[in-house]
């Protein structure tokens, strides 16, 4: 999980934080779970330039998956 706190949100801590831990990411292929309600982090992936995947989660209507933004499937996914 990836959390910051309140205080802290809007100076780049998320960001570091989630490229920190995908950088190292073979070819770029890293991708993460979030819910549907969380509009503004569902926002903040899509700033950072991580796709949406169009197809929601089986059996799991409220959440979302997300590629990184170098996953070689990502480029033919929208922003």
Avoid: I
């Amino acid at each position: 999980e990836l959390a910051v706190a309140p205080a802290a949100r809007g100076a780049g801590t998320g960001a570091a934080l989630l490229a920190a831990v995908t950088r190292q990411a073979p070819d770029g292929r890293c991708w993460l779970l979030t819910s549907v309600h969380a509009a503004s982090t569902v926002r903040f992936y899509r700033r950072a330039g991580w796709h949406q995947l169009p197809t929601p989660v089986p059996g799991r209507a409220g959440l979302v998956v997300f590629l990184g933004p170098r996953h070689p499937a990502g480029a033919s996914l929208p922003r």
